[in-house]
């Protein structure tokens, strides 16, 4: 081999090598759709046992927050119900990143939503749901922090009112910053998927 051909050889081979090595690189981590998204703040609410509970209560922690109210007729329970599944089907693959990821649900009908009314009805869909409620304005301030328009609907003659609201699940990281959007028209599996995905 004459030295013009050994040259092109060795250079043909660092290139090989080098293309193999990016290749075996790792690919950088991919950044979380809501990364520097105006979501979520400070909040204190009050749980289904009566408890006082901040934002801070769940530092360290991923937590799934959607808002909605018992009343609801179809879209809520079904929402929950699709969440609560994903989340065991997630603990059921991962107890360790499962115990990491706390369910929040926020009523934004805090009239009817006390404590005494979320117990029940959160345990219905998954056993460490917590129900939050507050102060009217304890509930739009919260709303307002997390992107959530709701509107009380007239009072019907028996009595009876919907709420509409914004229907959205955010996955917010230890840190209270939020990472991504809950899939629950996905289903359980869908949610399981993007819990193992976004949880470390």
Same mark, same amino acid.
């Given at each position: 081999m004459n030295q013009s051909a050994k040259s092109r050889f060795l250079l043909l081979l660092s290139l090989l090598l080098g293309l193999a090595l990016a290749a075996c690189a790792r690919a950088p981590a991919e950044a979380p759709p809501l990364q520097g998204a105006r979501i979520g703040g400070p909040?204190?609410?009050?749980? %289904? @046992?009566?408890?006082?509970?901040?934002? &801070?209560?769940?530092? #360290? &922690?991923? &937590?799934?927050?959607y808002f909605g109210y018992s009343h609801c007729p179809d879209v809520c329970p079904t929402d929950l119900q699709q969440i609560g599944a994903g989340l065991t089907r997630f603990e059921q693959k991962d107890a360790a990143r499962g115990a990491r990821? %706390?369910?929040?649900?926020? /009523?934004?009908?805090?009239? &009817?939503? /006390?404590?005494?009314?979320?117990?029940?009805?959160v345990a219905a869909f998954h056993p460490r749901l917590l129900g939050l409620s507050g102060t009217p304005e304890q509930i739009r301030a919260v709303a307002k922090a997390f992107a959530i328009f709701y509107e009380k609907q007239p009072v019907q003659p028996?009595?009876?009112y #919907?709420? @509409?609201h914004t229907r959205l699940a955010y996955l917010m #990281?230890?840190? #209270?910053?939020?990472?991504?959007l809950m899939p629950q028209d996905g289903g359980r599996d869908a949610i399981a998927k993007e819990l193992d995905r976004w949880v470390k």
């Open positions: 909040f204190t609410l009050v749980d %289904q @046992n009566g408890r006082k509970v901040s934002d &801070r209560d769940f530092a #360290g &922690r991923y &937590r799934i927050v990821v %706390q369910p929040i649900f926020i /009523t934004v009908d805090p009239e &009817r939503d /006390t404590p005494a009314a979320l117990k029940p009805w028996g009595g009876g #919907g709420v @509409n #990281g230890p840190d #209270g910053a939020p990472i991504a």
